[in-house]
């Protein structure tokens, strides 16, 4: 969020130069996009170093599963109650899935997750839990729960329709773990 702020700082400092002249479009996009750009590369990398074995051997396999994503969401017209194992829904470690594919009870290594930098500043470690189902989920297809209000959908926007990379990290009895706990 920082580098996002330091770069709208930028481009406004730029584009409105004390020396009072109008700046050519192509240089005000060419600096935002330079900005944006450098934004989205800080907060993508990943240190290989940081990653335990697990992951790392996760990372570097071949992947299981390619689906394309979606997101949901509880509340204002998103999911409500509970995953269809009967489990309350975990933000940003639940996921629905069609398990004539991706088996229920599945705990996923969702590659692009790995390093993503969550709402409460934690960082993403990869893993999720195949705990649900949907009406709409046919096929290759994964909606990533984000939590509660359109607004827990901001940290993942970027993999919304996107195809992601899957490993088939192990299985899970009764409800997926708290967010503490996901990566044991």
């Known amino acids: 969020m920082l580098n996002t702020a330091a770069a709208l700082a930028m481009f406004w400092a730029m584009a409105f130069s004390g020396s009072g ?12 996009t330079a900005a944006v750009e450098t934004a989205v590369a800080d907060e993508s990398s990943i240190d290989a170093s ?8 996760l990372m570097a396999g071949d992947p299981d599963w390619r689906a394309s994503a979606r997101l949901y969401h509880a509340g204002g017209g998103g999911a409500t109650g509970n995953d269809s194992l ?4 975990i933000a940003m470690r639940t996921v629905a899935v069609d398990p004539r594919v991706i088996p229920r009870r599945t705990k996923l290594f969702i590659r692009e997750t790995v390093g993503m930098r969550l709402a409460n500043g934690e960082v993403h470690d990869g893993y999720w839990y195949a705990s649900d189902t949907g009406g709409a989920i046919k096929g290759a297809k994964i909606d990533l729960y984000t939590g509660h209000g359109r607004g827990s959908m901001q940290q993942a926007r970027s993999l919304n329709m996107k195809t992601l990379t899957i490993a088939d990290a192990g299985d899970f009895d009764g409800c997926p773990p708290a967010w503490q706990t996901a990566s044991n």
Do not use: N, T
């Open 21 to 32: 002249e109008p700046q050519p479009y192509e240089a005000v996009v060419a600096i935002d």
């Open 50 to 57: 940081a990653l335990s074995a697990e992951q790392a051997e």
């Open 86 to 89: 009967g489990c309350r829904p």
